[in-house]
């Protein structure tokens, strides 16, 4: 299984981004999938969750109303909208299904103004 996290950046507090993670190997509808962030010597943080079936969404306090997690299994994608992006969501952003597979390399969002 391989996955692969795209869409991050330098980014000015209050604006947009949207990250893609696409997987190979792996039937990604069979799979509730989840968001993550991590940086350098910090613990891996969840930010959501996705039912397998797009149907449930559930999210950390710290991303509630301005994050939303989407998939689409026709592509064998999952997609997270970030808005209102503040510092403090400067990470590094992955995708996984609770750590079942081997992580990708993540993709780097940069909160700044």
């Known amino acids: 299984v391989q996955l692969v996290e795209s869409g991050g950046g330098l980014v000015q507090p209050g604006r947009s981004l949207t990250l893609s993670c696409a997987a190979s190997g792996v039937t990604l509808s069979n799979y509730d999938m989840s968001w993550y962030r991590r940086t350098s010597g910090k613990e891996r943080e969840w930010v959501a969750t996705?039912?397998?079936?797009?149907?449930?969404?559930v999210y950390a306090d710290s991303v509630k109303g301005r994050f939303t997690i989407s998939r689409d299994n026709d592509k064998n994608m999952v997609y997270l909208q970030m808005r209102k992006l503040g510092p403090e969501d400067t990470d590094v952003y992955y995708c996984?299904?609770?750590?079942?597979?081997?992580w990708g390399q993540g993709t780097q969002v940069t909160v700044s103004a």
């Open positions: 996984n299904a609770d750590g079942r597979w081997r």
């Open positions: 996705i039912e397998r079936s797009g149907g449930g969404r």
